[in-house]
């Protein structure tokens, strides 16, 4: 028995749910009279909707096919050896639902190790070999296509990427050693850390050949037939496959310097997967590449038995799978159809929210307003909106013109409202103004309507105290940008029917966002923490500790943006009207910075302005501050930030906001932009050993997103 069969053995025995991928060989004859090609197509026996992936099953799967070409082009039977995928599916990598169950180093180091040893058998046989990429590649999948000698793409295929790293791993088959050496470590740097790092950005296929990770690239319809005649006409010498010549000087090392800029800038040192996939980028500059497989299974140990690669893996779950079927929502046979949309303000939110419906519902829109010049500005926004979208090419012109005839605006509400089945408010954050908005809309709605509204932090059941029927209105708290943020708050308040509820979530799901269902606690779950959050921060600088110290210090998180540059984003007002809404419903830990209502007053939109290009605090702004003595350390301005935090989600899950921890960390990954690598926040705060000083008891069992015992 070989080492690689022993490895792969052991693997399969750990991970006994494995969906196995089949290596299926069969042999064509090719064009042109230039002989026979064994094609071996990966397939797991599911159509598209279930990606085919590598565990150590398929890899075993894969080495027997080996085998058999490996003997036939020995024997003289075959020219060459191409791979490809089922349909739409070339292999979308590793199968991490394996990766999680690996309790031991040594364990986790066979899967690296089985990896290579199977798929340099590919590079090793004794014909040219080619890989046919004829959809969605990711991850092992473009690895193994790596190993080959030749590529082509489908110019359809949709998601082509090395996701390792925002994962919290490294392309670890490969993909490190051999994309730098085949495009060059500029181009294999923007797809291994820049692309991975951007939320997963992926390459299409024209992408994919201009790179130059293929030699050729050819239309789906018969993509396969062309790719054949390529190989023949390559095997045959009349096409030669012509690279650029890869500079192994200092333009190497520029490469992997701004690799480590991008991360630094992302995750400020504190996610280790970035630094470990350009420490192989450099070491492989002199082209060892078997040096380089030794580095990958290295660092793929090291990360699979590490807590970063186990948020990422919880995260990612989250987000395929939690998001899919919201907890607590009612039965989906409850929800109405939703035929007709009003939208209650024409300002830039109730603008986009019209925007949104129109292109995902594909209904009529009404929005209205207090005046006519209000009503024309915001269907004038969402119509220019829509010719953006057709300027980019993103839709046509049949569809533009169509969803423009769906957007209109009134001033009459009843003729506007009267046979819409969702009413959603935008209107000012103020309770007085939304229990006014709704007494109107109760009048000239049918029985049947769902009033939504989108406040972010007032709550729903005082809202709705006032109406004859308050079992139609349902909090539906989108987050800016609407078109880009997938989170969707669905807030039941206490009278809230299972069947607005369940509409509710229909619609969210035909918006395509990520809802969760939220008790009506104030400012529901991401702006209560994100508040306590921001409250500790700034209380932290109005009590001396510099900005700059206060900055630095919370880096380790590798949040998005810096609190204050966030600040900035959310708008002081708006941050200082959640923070007085908290103060009133827990006044002993929510406080109203003094000085944040100075910059308000002030009407200044930050704490930053820019100078020469240059961010830098705005004079103005620190003449209105005024700051204690007390100055903290970076490493306690963390502590006292994240105890904060800690302290929150203990006792909101105590409350019952959402059902668990899982919810909490789904919010803030999808409403806040938190970091994958975290988990979320949770996590973390469990790995940080923060939940235990503080609560007493971690967040999440453990194994569930940490290495189990």
């Not at 395929?320 to 024409?346: C, E, I």
């Not at 009134?410 to 409202?417: G, Q, R, V």
């Amino acid at each position: 028995m070989s080492t690689t069969t022993e490895l792969l053995t052991r693997g399969a025995e750990l991970f006994p749910g494995e969906v196995v991928t089949t290596a299926h060989v069969r042999h064509l004859d090719l064009p042109l009279q230039a002989g026979r090609l064994a094609l071996i197509t990966l397939d797991n026996g599911f159509d598209h909707t279930k990606p085919t992936t590598f565990g150590p099953g398929s890899l075993l799967k894969l080495s027997e096919a080996l085998d058999q070409v490996e003997a036939e082009a020995a024997a003289g039977t075959v020219v060459g050896a191409a791979i490809t995928g089922k349909p739409f599916i070339f292999a979308v990598g590793a199968d991490l639902k394996g990766v999680e169950l690996l309790q031991q180093h040594a364990d986790a180091l066979a899967i690296g190790k089985g990896g290579h040893e199977v798929f340099k058998r590919i590079a090793a046989l004794p014909v040219p070999t080619f890989a046919f990429y004829n959809g969605a590649a990711m991850g092992g999948g473009v690895e193994v296509g790596l190993h080959c000698d030749y590529r082509t793409v489908s110019a359809g295929v949709p998601a082509f990427s090395l996701p390792e790293v925002f994962l919290g791993l490294v392309p670890g088959w490969g993909g490190c050693s051999i994309l730098p050496n085949l495009i060059g470590p500029a181009k294999a740097v923007k797809v291994i850390i820049e692309n991975s790092m951007a939320q997963n950005k992926q390459l299409k296929g024209k992408d994919v050949f201009e790179l130059g990770i293929a030699d050729a690239i050819f239309e789906p319809a018969d993509f396969l037939e062309q790719s054949l005649l390529w190989a023949a006409k390559v095997l045959k010498g009349d096409v030669a496959v012509e690279r650029e010549e890869i500079d192994r000087g200092k333009a190497w090392d520029d490469a992997v310097a701004w690799g480590r800029m991008v991360a630094d800038a992302k995750v400020h040192g504190a996610a280790p997967a970035a630094y470990r996939a350009l420490d192989i980028i450099a070491q492989v500059k002199d082209q060892d590449l078997q040096a380089g497989f030794d580095a990958e299974d290295a660092a793929l140990a090291d990360l699979i038995m590490g807590g970063e690669l186990r948020s990422g893996i919880y995260a990612f779950n989250l987000v395929q799978r939690r998001a899919k079927r919201p907890v607590g929502a009612p039965d989906k046979s409850l929800a109405r159809p939703v035929s007709k949309v009003g939208v209650v303000g024409a300002g830039l939110m109730a603008s986009q929210l019209a925007l949104l419906f129109a292109r995902r519902l594909e209904v009529p829109v009404v929005l209205t307003d207090i005046d006519q010049e209000r009503v024309d500005k915001g269907v004038g926004y969402v119509h220019a909106e829509i010719d953006k979208l057709l300027g980019k090419g993103r839709i046509g012109k049949d569809k533009a013109n169509r969803l423009k005839g769906l957007v209109s605006g009134s001033l009459d509400k009843a003729a506007a409202f009267g046979d819409a089945d969702f009413v959603i408010e935008a209107v000012f954050e103020e309770m007085g103004v939304k229990q006014t908005v709704f007494a109107d809309l109760e009048n000239v709605v049918s029985p049947t309507c769902v009033l939504a509204t989108n406040t972010s932090s007032l709550s729903v059941t005082e809202m709705a105290s006032k109406l004859k029927h308050p079992e139609r209105v349902v909090g539906f708290h989108f987050f800016n940008p609407v078109a880009i943020l997938p989170l969707l708050e669905i807030v039941r308040g206490e009278k809230t029917d299972d069947v607005s509820l369940a509409t509710a979530f229909g619609v969210s799901k035909k918006l395509k966002k990520t809802a969760v269902l939220c008790k009506d606690a104030p400012a529901f779950v991401v702006n209560r923490i994100l508040t306590r959050f921001m409250g500790e921060i700034q209380g932290i600088i109005d009590e001396g500790t510099p900005i700059a110290t206060v900055e630095k210090g919370v880096e380790p998180l590798g949040l998005p943006m810096s609190p204050i540059v966030l600040l900035e984003l959310v708008g002081p007002a708006i941050a200082l009207h959640v923070s007085e809404t908290l103060h009133g419903a827990f006044p002993e830990r929510f406080t109203v910075s003094e000085n944040l209502g100075r910059v308000v007053k002030a009407g200044k939109r930050g704490f930053y302005t820019w100078v020469d290009g240059q961010q830098v605090l705005d004079p103005e702004v620190l003449e209105l501050l005024t700051f204690g003595d007390t100055v903290l350390t970076e490493e306690q301005v963390l502590g006292r930030a994240l105890e904060a935090v800690a302290q929150e989600i203990g006792l909101m899950l105590e409350e019952g906001v959402v059902a668990e921890a899982q919810d909490i960390d789904l919010c803030m990954i999808t409403g806040a932009g938190w970091p994958f690598h975290l988990g979320g926040i949770t996590p973390y705060l469990d790995r940080e050993g923060v939940s235990e000083r503080v609560n007493g008891k971690r967040f999440l069992a453990p194994g569930l997103a940490s290495v189990p015992a």
